[in-house]
């Protein structure tokens, strides 16, 4: 396969048309929501994150929306806007699934939008990055603990999948940007992105220590993926955890194509984190 060079044209048009070919047209209430037994049903109640799962959501897919008209270029254009709509239609699943589930609605909490798109969708970006990566490992750890009935957790898998996608996506469309960009505005490019990984890093390290100090205050909208994952209570080793995780990453993205660019940072955290582990 032959490679190509990160900015141009060929870049753009296989990062995007990877993205834009394999959107899947499904629709949350036309999916096939099995039935629960009581145990399962009383577990789905009691998880505790409801409310932050669909207000991120729903904020992920508004600060989507809002970078759509800087895409001058239509297959960038198209490609974002389609991100927008998948992700507006995580917030309406796991709606639909509290509906279908007799659990009660939360309050949604009101979109923080900043007054800069392209530094809003970098913030939301690194986000997915964090919580995708461990989405990916904590998606096999529940089903294996069989913590959720097997067609539930099947039935959720298109969520899993198109995280997948958008931090494919996100990844070179970064790279992508800042190829294109004259070579005096790439480092203030670097530094903004660099900016935003650091504010995920910082997010997720004081919500870390306030869930060992046995603290629900969670310090930042944006990592709410370490509550579901003391929400959910699993059996298993911090160090389980994260092979777990990058096993996992490692196999959602492996289908993509070879040559586009591939997450990096929370990988690269996770196997210097991992070495600092206990094995048991």
Aim: proline content about 8%; overall charge negative.
């Amino acid at each position: 396969m032959t490679k190509f060079t990160i900015g141009s044209e060929e870049h753009k048009k296989a990062f995007c048309r990877s993205f834009i070919d394999t959107h899947d047209a499904w629709e949350p209430q036309s999916l096939p929501w099995p039935d629960l037994k009581q145990d399962a049903l009383a577990r789905l109640r009691a998880m505790p994150f409801w409310d932050e799962a669909i207000s991120t959501e729903a904020e992920v897919a508004h600060k989507v929306a809002a970078l759509v008209p800087l895409q001058r270029d239509p297959i960038l254009r198209e490609a974002v806007e389609l991100q927008g709509l998948e992700e507006a239609r995580h917030s309406e699943l796991l709606k639909t699934m509290l509906e279908r589930y007799d659990i009660p609605q939360p309050p949604i909490r009101p979109p923080k939008l900043h007054s800069d798109p392209d530094w809003g969708f970098l913030r939301m970006g690194y986000g997915e990055c964090f919580d995708s990566f461990f989405a990916f490992g904590l998606f096999p750890l529940a089903r294996q603990a069989r913590l959720f009935p097997l067609p539930l957790l099947e039935l959720l898998e298109p969520i899993v999948d198109e995280e997948a996608r958008h931090i494919l996506f996100f990844a070179n469309w970064v790279a992508y940007c800042r190829a294109r960009m004259p070579w005096y505005q790439r480092p203030l490019h670097r530094a903004r992105c660099a900016a935003a990984m650091a504010i995920q890093v910082g997010g997720r390290a004081r919500t870390a220590i306030d869930a060992a100090r046995g603290s629900s205050n969670h310090s930042s909208d944006d990592d709410f993926m370490i509550g579901v994952q003391d929400a959910l209570d699993l059996d298993f080793t911090p160090r389980e955890v994260v092979e777990t995780c990058l096993i996992e990453n490692d196999s959602r993205l492996r289908s993509y194509d070879g040559r586009l660019l591939r997450p990096t940072f929370v990988p690269t955290l996770a196997r210097i984190l991992r070495q600092a582990l206990p094995r048991k």
